[in-house]
């Protein structure tokens, strides 16, 4: 197994521009999360989808994050506009939910610099 | 609200030398316990979980961590370091589910470094 595939693995970008992060999950699994780790907030879940479905985005800074999960295969986390504040590590993760003992495998994560 | 402390920032251990490192939760039910290993430049890994029964939990790499309720821990242990160990360590506490899978908080990490 492939495990879970993020990309890109590194992004730098200019503040106020569009940044798209990507994860595909393990095959087969039906819930997918997105984290934030940084130094002064540690890691943090940003958001949680169960068969596609986002179930809990409380995790979500503010308006200028989106995340969308199209099908069973593919994620993505968006900010529009980028600000310095949101560089961090992000991860992606994936489970096979049955009755909440379930193992979440991460992905290598995306290391975002916003300048 | 749930939460994790772990207490140590860094150890620093010899290899060979037994390591402990401390989590401390705060949750209101039996709660989903967990410890992960994070090494440089990459994801996280379960090295172990507790979900209910035998209190002594077996993981991964030969490690182990027993959950005391009375204490609120769930301490991470190794008999004997390998350099290959060296790494940041996140306990992690899960709330319970409602229809779906559970939803963890994480620890601030502890770093180990372990000396040759």
């Known amino acids: 197994d492939a495990g879970v595939i993020q990309s890109p693995r590194h992004e730098v970008t200019e503040m106020g521009q569009e940044v798209t992060l990507r994860c595909k999950p393990i095959?087969?699994?039906?819930?997918l999360f997105w984290y934030r780790q940084t130094m002064m907030r540690g890691l943090e879940l940003l958001i949680y989808f169960n068969n596609n479905v986002p179930i809990d985005d409380s995790g979500m800074p503010e308006d200028r994050f989106s995340a969308k999960m199209p099908n069973a295969s593919f994620s993505t986390l968006k900010i529009q506009p980028s600000e310095p504040r949101d560089s961090a590590v992000y991860f992606c993760?994936?489970?096979?939910?049955?009755?909440?003992?379930?193992?979440?495998?991460f992905g290598p994560g995306t290391r975002l610099l916003v300048l | 609200a749930q939460s994790v402390t772990q207490p140590d920032i860094h150890i620093t251990v010899s290899e060979g030398a037994s390591l402990e490192l401390r989590c401390n939760y705060s949750y209101g039910a039996t709660p989903y316990l967990f410890w992960y290993v994070q090494s440089p430049g990459q994801g996280l890994q379960l090295l172990l979980k507790?979900?209910?029964?035998?209190?002594l939990v077996q993981g991964i790499k030969g490690f182990e961590a027993e959950f005391k309720r009375s204490q609120s821990s769930f301490n991470l242990r190794k008999p004997s370091v390998h350099w290959s160990d060296a790494a940041e360590y996140f306990c992690?506490?899960?709330?319970?589910?409602?229809?779906?899978?559970?939803?963890?908080?994480f620890g601030r990490g502890t770093s180990l470094i372990v000396h040759p």
């Open positions: 993760a994936s489970s096979w939910t049955a009755g909440g003992q379930e193992t979440q495998y």
């Open positions: 095959s087969g699994h039906n819930s």
């Open positions: 507790y979900f209910s029964g035998d209190t």
């Open positions: 992690a506490v899960g709330r319970a589910p409602s229809g779906g899978s559970y939803i963890p908080t």
